[in-house]
């Protein structure tokens, strides 16, 4: 059995027991939270319209916090003396998916 769930803007293939990075999300470490599914299969029952999945959730744990890789920036224009270099690196929360409910 394995979800599709929408969290952070992107779409995320998960099934029970597996740890993933989501977008950081506004929960403590140890709390639980809820994804709304946009797909369940279970075998050769796919669950895929608005009024099945109404009562359907994805539950998970946050495990704590990750970062990702780093991206640096670089803008130049030669002979004019410019140059802006910058970095960003995304925060992500460890979530392990405890349970998929029909």
Known sequence: MYAVIKTGGKQEKVSQGQVLNVELLNAEEGSDVVFKPILIVDGDNVLAEGSELDAASVTGKVL???KGPKVVG????????YRRKWGHRQKYSVVEITEISR
């Open 64 to 66: 704590g916090l990750s």
């Open 74 to 81: 670089f803008k130049y224009k030669s002979k004019a003396r």
